[in-house]
């Protein structure tokens, strides 16, 4: 992968305009970690079929007391505690796992941030895609007006069944980022490469807590939707493969961003061998292997990790490709502005991964929903969190969060 630096660092904008992209970005996950070496052993199995075969090392899991809106709020109200509210008019919420069929969870985030009423505050769903799709919105947002700031948060509690090739992907995090004009992060450039098709290759109806995926043919569409999405990319004025120094994937697990990337390279006339492919992307595995698959946030932790990592990336390009089942996607492009490092929080980040509970398979197992959802009116959570907030049960229907 080449690591020099780009000639225009601020490189983010169609000429005459102002840059933007993200100003800052934190992560939030559950309140338990599953190490996958309890999976392996209760299935009989090698260890390294999960730590090797898929990439996957530990997976998060959410208590009694924890859900998507409960993620995206604290790792929300770290971009808060830093930046503060003065310009945010907007908060995006993107999540395929959804608690309200017609709130968004972002108004509940709203109201355990105490953010100031002048905000429009809605849900974006497009199974993993939704957060970039959230991301395109909020950059629009402000290309309109440079003033304003955009609130993104993207949280995901991915689970399948049990005793199904999914469970070991299974995980849950929430990503938080401010986007802005001229940002001290990330600005990104214009062109972007889109692509849909109607595939069912992952889906999960309302009845179910857990997806059903066809894994080899999700595979095969995530290849494809790749190519599409570069192709366009490409054919918009996007720059070409060795313009790019690092590559962002949508990773529900992380041996499947190396096989995205040998997939690209092929397609860009520049093939690697998985070995060089997975060296490449090393940077960007820090947090999902650790995590597991945590959906619309998946890509962005992979960003993360980049960011967090010993790498000095500043000046250089990042290229983002983002894989929403079903199925949507995108390729895009953003350049590393030169002060990023003191914007970030890695310590803070490994704080958070090391306080998590471990538990073991009959602990994971009853933390584990099941496959149906159970309609239940009124009930209480007990105390479990050690997260700002918590969900503290339902009342007559409604759903009720509170401070810790």
């Known amino acids: 992968m080449s690591t020099e630096t780009t000639e225009n660092p601020q490189a983010g904008a169609a000429h005459g305009t102002v ?8 992560f939030a996950t559950g309140h338990y970690s599953f190490d996958l070496a309890h999976l392996a052993e209760k299935q009989d199995i090698d260890v390294n079929k999960y730590y090797i075969g898929i990439g996957q090392e530990t997976m998060s899991l959410t208590a009694e007391d924890e859900d998507t809106v409960t993620m995206g709020a604290a790792a929300a109200q770290r971009i808060i505690d830093r930046n503060g509210t003065e310009g945010i008019r907007t908060l995006l919420f993107a999540t395929e796992s959804g608690i309200d069929q017609s709130k968004s969870a972002g108004v509940y985030v709203h109201g355990l941030l ?3 009423r002048e905000v429009r505050t809605i849900e974006t769903k497009m199974a993993c895609y939704g957060g970039i799709g959230a991301l395109q919105m909020a950059l629009g947002i402000v290309a309109r007006n440079p003033e304003e700031k955009v609130l993104v948060i993207a949280s995901d509690v991915a689970r399948y069944d049990v005793d199904t090739s999914g469970e070991p992907t299974q995980g849950a995090a929430a ?15 214009p062109a972007q490469g889109v692509y849909t098709l109607d595939v069912q290759d992952f889906w999960r109806p309302n009845h179910r807590n857990t997806a059903l995926v066809d894994g080899k043919f999700s595979v095969g569409a ?4 790749l190519v599409g999405a570069w192709n366009d990319y490409r054919a918009h004025g996007g720059v070409g493969f060795d313009d790019i120094n690092w590559f962002c994937y949508h990773q529900p697990f992380t041996k499947m961003a190396v096989k995205a990337h040998v997939r690209l390279t ?6 690697l061998e998985k070995a060089e492919a997975a060296a490449a992307l090393a940077p960007t595995f820090g947090y999902n292997k650790q995590l597991g698959n945590s959906y619309t946030a998946s890509i962005f932790l992979g960003f993360l990790a980049l960011l967090d990592s010993d790498e000095e990336i500043a000046g250089q390009r990042v290229g983002f490709f983002s894989y929403g089942s079903g199925a949507v996607s995108e390729f895009f492009v953003g350049v590393i502005q030169p002060d990023y490092r003191d914007h ?4 803070e980040h490994q704080a958070i991964l090391d306080a998590r509970e471990p538990v073991d398979y009959d602990q994971y197992r009853a933390l584990h929903p099941g496959t149906m959802v159970q309609p239940l009116d009124n009930y ?8 700002p907030f918590r969900f503290e049960g339902v009342d007559e229907g409604s759903r009720i969060y509170g401070k810790s």
């Open 19 to 26: 840059p933007s992209g993200i100003q800052d970005i934190a």
């Open 114 to 116: 105490n953010l100031p």
């Open 175 to 189: 990503v938080a980022f401010l986007v802005q004009a001229n940002p001290d992060i990330l600005a990104i450039e």
């Open 222 to 225: 995530y290849l494809d939707a």
């Open 266 to 271: 092929e397609e860009a006339g520049t093939p």
């Open 344 to 347: 970030l929080r890695a310590e």
């Open 380 to 387: 209480k959570t007990q105390r479990q969190t050690e997260s």
